[in-house]
């Protein structure tokens, strides 16, 4: 499985969620982007660096992904086209785009975008959050198992006692 991130608006909690997993899963971690990434010097992660311009980072993602293939974005349709090709979408807040939701993400998308365009003000989306991290990061782990990437190392992961970031991903992967 190769993971696939729309980095010109991802979090850099995200990022740095990805990176370790990619380093400790020994996964392949490819991030697209209309500028220079910097990224930890590993042989796991890597930049694809796309010319200026509105969708380019998306489709040079379509183009290189295959089925079963996980992409973090927060492009709707984006995410749209991820799913037709048998891919994974996922958002940096931590929720799947599946094909139940993904219709009536695109609808809401276009709504908002014809009230914007009629001058309301339709606000944004609320700040990214502690919890936005962990939901991600839990997420991303169920994903990881139910597809079968496991703990390459040989260190366990260790959980803290009544912390509010026990989680086995967090604890293992955010320190």
């Known amino acids: 499985m190769q993971i696939w991130v729309d980095a010109d608006a991802c979090p850099v909690a995200v990022k740095d969620i990805l990176y370790r997993a990619a380093e400790r899963l020994e996964l392949s971690l490819t991030l697209v982007a209309n500028q220079g990434l910097r990224v930890p010097a590993s042989r796991f992660i890597r930049t694809v660096q796309v010319g200026a311009g509105a969708d380019v980072a998306d489709r040079e993602i ?10 973090v974005t927060g492009d709707i349709p984006l995410a749209a ?5 048998g891919g994974h979408a996922l ?14 993400q695109l ?19 609320a700040p990214y959050s ?10 991303l782990d169920r994903h990881l198992r139910r597809h079968g990437c496991h703990f390459q190392k040989t260190t366990a992961p260790f959980c803290w006692p009544r ?13």
């Open 81 to 85: 086209e991820v799913l037709k090709k």
């Open 163 to 175: 912390r509010r970031l026990c989680t086995r991903f967090l604890t293992y992967f955010c320190q």
């Open 130 to 139: 502690h919890s936005d991290r962990q939901h991600f990061a839990n997420q």
């Open 62 to 71: 379509v183009r290189l992904l295959t089925a079963g293939d996980l992409v």
């Open 91 to 104: 958002n940096p807040r931590g929720e799947f785009y599946t094909d139940d939701n993904i219709a009536q």
């Open 107 to 125: 609808t809401m998308r276009a709504f908002l975008e014809e009230l914007r365009g009629g001058g309301v003000d339709t606000g944004g989306p």
